[in-house]
Structure formats: structure tokens, C-alpha cells
């Protein structure tokens, strides 16, 4: 088997960055592996010394440099790639990566629609890859990201968060524990989450959701309920392991 | 491994197992149900992923549209529930 007739390339681990207790960010050099776009997600092979192999996807967290490959892991419970991947990889380490993957989970910069975007733990990769994507296209489509995290300690790049550019509205919402005197009391997202002026469905956003399968399909219906057009709303649904 | 129900992601999770068989992206391809005749995109599919492949059902009626196993002898794709499959626009 061929390495190029699968789609597979080899992969070296050039950067790794702590972002929760739970979660880190990797960097891979990925030589033959084009740009993606925002939205896209790359499969990644890692081969154990016996030749057990294992495939995982990540969404990239950046995109639209060749040969760079940008991804944030979270811990799943009982996952053994993941977990591998957050507290084992050292830099230097190989494995192997395919695509960039995806059509249909995209942001295309030259689109001008309000864009609502809805996260649910570590689904916020590929939407904070969207939102990196209309800061560097300088886009000025109005853009809302509600994001949805267990505890403060949890959520990723907080200070790029807080220093969103003009036009791009961050909610935070906590379902367990929130900073002392936050305004919403700790619970799972609702539809009044997700209200906001200029994101209605009379404003036509486009609407990207991103998360665990039960957060995703919640989410969805509550927008459905709301009156979104279901053809407005793209998921995408990551298991754990 | 724990015994629980498996929980399942959806049709993006095929874009790299099916990379080999479109020329663009197998995500937005449309897909008819042979049973419920639902026509959808892939990446609504319901996947549920397993060590040896993923089995891909209709959102509509869970019938199994798409089964794909990747192997290092190649990658097999049986479409036992699906009527036809369409490039999309």
C-alpha cells in the first residue's frame, strides 16, 4: 500500500499548546497536506509499535496554510487515542493525517449572511476556525458565537475570546459552574441562549453547530423551534474516544 | 470498553473512508433511502463508527444507507439502503 493512493501523509508534531486541564492544542507539519477551509476536519492514523493502528477525526482550529496542521484534542473519558494525544505527544512524534476533509461543515469568506455559531464543549474547533477565517478574510458579516462549556476552567483561547473584533459578539454559557456573580445561573443551553438581535430567523443566519451528538441535536432542535430554516443549520457530531 | 448504547456522529465522519471514491467531497453528496425514499445529504446520516468500519443510517427512517470498512487490502463500500446516490450542485 502506498501512502499517497489512500490519502494518507506522513505527519511530525512541531508545536503543542496546553489550553484547559482537559484539552491541548497540536501543531503538525504535514508536508503534501493542502490549506483547508474554515469548517474542515483533517482523520488522523497513529500506528503503535505492535501495528495496531487507530483513525481518529479532529476538526482544525485554523486553517489555510499548506502543509500545516492545526487541531485541539479533549480528554474523553476511556478514550485511549485522545487521551494519548492530550498528555503523551511530544514534539517530534509521527503519525499520519488525511485531507483537509469536508464539504458540507464550511464557512466560505466571500458570504456576507449573519453567521451564528454554537458550541458545545470541544466543538468549538472548527467555529473558532471559522471566526479566525473572517478576522483574516476581513469579512464583515456580523457574527455571534455561543459558546457552551461545563466550567469556566473549560473553555479554549479565552483571552482571543475576550478580544473579539468589532462585529463579533462571544456568549459564554456555563452548564456547572460559572465565575462569581455571573448573570446566567448554571444550566444547559436554551432557546433563549439562543435570541439575539441581528440573529433572528427573519435575519437569515447562517447557522453552525458543533458538539457532542446529544448538545448538537438539542441545540438543533431548539433553533428549528425557533423558526431557523432547517437548511440554514449545519452540524456536525464528534463521538469520543 | 463499557457496555452502553453506542452513541452516534454523523455523515462528515466519511469524508476521509470515502475519500478514495468521489472526486470532491462525499459530505454534501445526496443519497435516496431505499426504504422511507428520504433524500438527503450525507453528512446528515446518522454514523455510528466501529473498529472494523462505520455503518451509516437514514435520519429518517435508521435504515442502513451506507457501509463502509476500511482495510489494508482496501476500503469497501456496500450501499445495501440506498437507491442512488447524486454529486449534489
Not at chain 1, 500545516?68 to 474523553?76: L, N, Q, T
Not at chain 1, 503523551?88 to 464557512?107: A, I, K, N, S, T
Not at chain 1, 474547533?125 to 479566525?132: G, K, Q, T, V
Not at chain 2, 446518522?46 to 487490502?73: I, M, S
Request: proline residues 8%; negative net charge.
Amino acid at each position: 500500500m502506498t501512502a499517497g493512493s489512500s490519502g494518507w501523509h506522513a505527519a511530525t508534531v512541531v508545536g503543542t499548546q496546553r489550553l484547559t486541564e482537559t484539552a491541548r492544542a497540536i501543531t503538525l507539519s504535514a508536508p503534501g497536506v493542502g490549506g483547508a477551509l474554515p469548517g474542515q476536519h483533517i482523520d488522523l492514523r497513529l500506528t503503535a509499535p505492535d501495528g495496531y493502528q487507530a483513525v481518529r477525526s479532529y476538526s482544525l482550529v485554523a486553517t489555510g496554510v499548506d502543509e500545516r496542521v492545526d487541531i485541539g484534542v479533549d480528554r474523553v473519558p476511556d478514550g485511549e487515542v485522545s487521551g494519548y494525544l492530550v498528555d503523551d505527544l511530544q514534539v517530534g512524534d509521527q503519525m499520519e493525517v488525511r485531507g483537509p476533509l469536508g464539504g458540507y461543515f464550511v464557512w466560505h469568506s466571500d458570504d456576507v449572511a449573519p453567521v451564528l455559531l454554537v458550541a458545545g464543549g470541544s466543538g468549538l474547533a472548527p467555529l473558532l476556525a471559522i471566526l479566525r477565517s473572517r478576522v483574516a478574510a476581513g469579512s464583515a458579516a456580523p457574527f455571534r458565537l455561543v459558546y457552551s462549556v461545563r466550567t469556566p476552567g473549560d473553555v479554549w483561547y479565552p483571552d482571543e475570546l475576550e478580544a473579539a473584533p468589532p462585529g463579533v459578539e462571544v456568549a459564554l454559557l456555563y452548564t456547572r459552574d460559572a465565575p462569581p456573580g455571573w448573570p446566567r445561573p448554571p444550566h444547559r443551553i436554551t432557546a433563549h441562549d439562543l435570541v439575539a438581535d441581528g440573529f433572528s430567523p427573519a435575519d437569515r443566519p447562517d447557522v453552525f453547530v458543533c458538539g457532542s451528538t446529544g448538545f448538537v441535536e438539542g441545540a438543533a432542535a431548539l433553533l428549528t423551534g425557533m423558526g431557523h430554516d432547517p437548511a440554514r443549520i449545519k452540524t456536525e457530531r464528534f463521538g469520543g474516544a | 470498553m463499557t457496555a452502553h448504547e453506542p452513541v452516534p456522529v454523523d455523515g462528515n465522519a466519511l469524508a476521509g473512508p470515502l475519500l478514495f471514491l468521489t472526486t470532491t467531497d462525499a459530505t454534501t453528496t445526496v443519497m435516496r433511502c431505499v426504504t422511507c425514499g428520504r433524500t438527503d445529504v450525507m453528512a446528515h446520516a446518522r454514523v455510528y463508527a466501529t473498529g472494523v468500519g462505520a455503518v451509516a443510517r437514514c435520519p429518517g427512517c435508521d435504515a442502513v444507507l451506507v457501509v463502509v470498512v476500511e482495510h489494508p487490502a482496501g476500503t469497501r463500500v456496500a450501499m445495501p439502503g440506498t437507491a442512488w446516490m447524486s454529486s449534489g450542485g
